[in-house]
C-alpha cells in the first residue's frame, strides 16, 4: 500500500483566522478519509444552530466529492454532544409565538442532518470519547458505525426535564432492539460504553491506551480501501431494504446485485479473485 497522506486541514482560501477559529467544527483530510470534528466546548459541543449549519454543510460538500472515501466524526473534549442547545432554545420561548415556529425549524433541520448521514454515500464513523446525550446519543446512532472509548457515557434523558427524547427516539430505535431502546427513553440514565456495545449502539469499545478516534481511523481506512462504488451501493441498499417487507426487500436487492454485478469494479474485482491477483479498483 502507498504511504498514508498526512492530516492536513479544510481551510478555506483567504478566510479570516478569526472566522476560522469561531467556527465549532473542524475539518482535516487523512488521505481519502475527511474527519470532522465538533469543536465548540463551552456549549458542550451542543447542536446549535451553528453547529448544524456548519455539519450540513461539509456533509452536502462531501457528498459531492468522490475522493472521499469514508468519514469519521469526532469531537473535542470530555463531551461527544449534549444534544440540542436548550439555552438557544428557551430563549425563544419570548417570541410571540412562544417559540413554535422557531422550534420547528431547529427539529427540522435536526433531522434532514440525521438523514444526511444515512444518506450520504460514504460510511460515516462516530468516534466517541465522551458524553452523547439526547440528539447527541442520536448523531451517534445515525452513524453507520460508531467506535467508543472505555469513558464513553450515552444517555437519552429528556424524559427527566419532561422533554421525552422524541426524535432521537427515531435513530436510537433503528440501531438497538426495542426494550432497550425503551429503557434508555424511559429512565434518562447514562448508560457505559460497555453496555452500548452489548446492546448495539456502538460496534466496539477500544483497547486501552487507543482513542476512539484512533480506532475509528483505523476501521475507516479498511473501509477506504474497499472499492468505493461497491460500498456506496451496499450502504444505500442496506438502508432502503431494512424498511421493507421481506419479499420487497429480497425483490429489491435482487435487482440491486444484478446492477452491481454489471459494473465495472465487480468485473474487475471477480476477475482478481479468480486471476489470483490485487484487484485495480476504478473508483466511484
Not at 174 to 184: F, G, I, L, P
Request: with cysteine; charged share 25%; proline share 5%.
Amino acid at each position: 500500500m502507498p504511504p498514508e497522506a498526512p492530516a492536513k486541514e479544510a481551510v478555506t482560501p483567504d478566510a479570516p483566522a478569526s472566522a476560522e477559529a469561531a467556527r465549532p467544527l473542524t475539518s482535516r483530510e487523512v488521505g481519502s478519509i475527511v474527519i470532522l470534528t465538533l469543536d465548540h466546548q463551552a456549549s458542550r459541543n451542543s447542536l446549535s444552530e451553528a453547529m448544524m449549519t456548519e455539519l450540513q454543510s461539509r456533509l452536502d460538500e462531501i457528498a459531492r466529492d468522490k475522493t472521499v472515501r469514508a468519514v469519521v466524526l469526532a469531537a473535542e473534549g470530555p463531551v461527544f454532544c449534549a444534544g440540542h442547545d436548550l439555552k438557544e432554545l428557551t430563549a425563544r420561548r419570548a417570541d410571540d409565538d412562544k417559540g413554535r415556529r422557531y422550534f420547528e425549524d431547529v427539529f427540522t433541520r435536526c433531522a434532514k442532518l440525521m438523514q444526511s448521514l444515512v444518506r450520504l454515500p460514504r460510511p460515516v464513523i462516530a468516534a466517541v470519547d465522551g458524553v452523547a446525550t439526547a440528539a447527541g446519543c442520536q448523531l451517534v446512532a445515525s452513524c453507520d458505525l460508531a467506535v467508543a472509548s472505555r469513558s464513553a457515557r450515552f444517555a437519552t434523558p429528556g424524559v427527566n426535564i419532561g422533554l421525552f427524547c422524541s426524535t432521537p427516539m427515531v435513530a436510537l430505535s433503528r440501531s438497538v432492539a426495542r426494550k432497550h431502546a425503551m429503557e434508555m427513553l424511559l429512565t434518562g440514565e447514562l448508560i457505559n460504553a460497555e453496555d452500548a456495545a452489548r446492546i448495539g449502539l456502538v460496534n466496539r469499545v477500544t483497547k486501552d491506551g487507543e482513542t476512539a478516534l484512533e480506532a475509528a481511523l483505523e476501521l475507516a481506512q479498511r473501509i477506504a480501501r474497499k472499492p468505493p462504488s461497491t460500498v456506496r451501493i451496499g450502504k444505500e441498499a442496506f438502508y432502503r431494504q431494512a424498511e421493507m417487507n421481506l419479499d420487497e426487500a429480497y425483490a429489491y436487492t435482487s435487482r440491486v446485485i444484478v446492477e452491481n454485478m454489471l459494473s465495472a469494479d465487480a468485473r474487475e474485482g471477480i476477475e482478481a479473485f479468480i486471476d489470483k491477483r490485487e484487484p485495480r479498483w476504478r473508483g466511484d
